[in-house]
């Protein structure tokens, strides 16, 4: 007995010491269709935000879906680049942060910076996610081979397009997994409700055409990068701009790589320490680093790499960040 007592005084202290949680995980709400008729006052009266749904690249990574961020403006997610996960995270984001325009189906507009899958992959979920439950047909803007895509997207989903179409489910609009397709060249491709977009030529190596874009609002100018070495025409879209969504990888690690990799990486992307020289030209307020490639770096080194030239205001966005 004075063996068990001590061995119940030490398990308390233990449970104590290591501030052990017993509570129990409430439940989850269940899956929920949204509807709606469009974006509510409070919506409409909001500022404009950003939230960054995939801060990732091509290699695999737990916490960092592929490429893409939204822009909330009056009630409507405007995304650039669908990057494997990212559709997730547009769910996540809209019950953590309470945005409505979030919901798969309430999207409006996708635009794309260039045709690489780490920036792609989920096009597909985007579009057919709830597509017979859409009020309208999504948007999609980008470079030439979009409709080459959407087409070949098409393809791949006929089955389960007929199935739903032909069979008992109660489907309003058989046409509305339709994309509405636009592919653009360099200038301005979305105006409408205060916000303008424009795309504009980023130096992304061989791959042609890659695009960034300048989204001006009535209360913001944001400009995304897209993948691109350091660029002049980027330098003149960026100057002065409330937020700069930049990619970057790592010198450090860089450096490491073989030959090719280095010659390749150096042609398509932008060193930290590049970027931190591009900034202090660009001025822009808030300077905010996604699609890092880090080769085994700690993340804070391309950071430290940014700032070592550069003394603005310089953040590394995770994923489901807002601005």
Not at 37 to 54: D, F, I, N, W, Y
Not at 224 to 251: C, M, N, P, Q, W
Request: aromatic content about 8%; some cysteine; charged content about 25%.
């Amino acid at each position: 007995m004075k063996y068990a007592a001590c061995a119940s005084v030490i398990l308390t202290v233990l449970l104590a010491g290591c501030h052990v949680n017993l509570t129990v995980d409430t439940p989850r709400d269940s899956a929920v269709i949204e509807t709606r008729e469009g974006p509510s006052a409070e919506e409409l009266a909001a500022t404009t935000r950003v939230v960054v749904l995939g801060t990732g690249t091509p290699i695999p990574d737990r916490y960092r879906a592929g490429s893409s961020i939204a822009v909330i403006h009056r009630g409507e997610a405007y995304l650039f680049d669908v990057g494997p996960g990212s559709v997730q995270n547009a769910i996540r984001a809209r019950y953590k942060h309470d945005i409505p325009s979030l919901y798969p189906s309430q999207i409006c507009c996708v635009f794309f910076t260039h045709m690489h899958s780490d920036h792609t992959l989920d096009y597909p979920e985007l579009a057919f996610k709830l597509w017979w439950r859409r009020s309208r047909p999504l948007q999609a803007f980008g470079p030439a081979g979009l409709r080459q895509m959407t087409d070949a997207m098409n393809a791949m989903m006929a089955t389960d397009t007929r199935l739903r179409t032909t069979g008992a489910q109660p489907v309003a609009d058989p046409e509305m997994y339709q994309v509405n397709v636009t592919e653009i060249s360099a200038g301005v491709v979305f105006q409408r409700d205060g916000i303008r977009i424009e795309a504009f030529d980023v130096n992304h190596g061989t791959i042609k055409p890659a695009f960034g874009y300048r989204i001006t609002t009535d209360d913001r100018t944001i400009v995304i990068s897209g993948d691109t070495a350091y660029s002049e025409e980027l330098i003149d879209k960026a100057r002065g701009a409330d937020l700069l969504f930049h990619e970057v990888i790592s010198d450090t690690g860089l450096a490491r790589n073989a030959p090719q990799w280095r010659d390749y990486h150096r042609q398509a992307h932008t060193p930290g320490n590049e970027l931190g020289r591009l900034a202090n030209i660009v001025r822009p307020k808030k300077l905010v680093l996604y699609h890092g490639l880090f080769y085994g770096e700690p993340e804070q080194g391309v950071v430290d790499e940014v700032r070592a030239v550069y003394d603005g205001d310089v953040v590394l966005a995770d994923d489901l960040d807002t601005f």
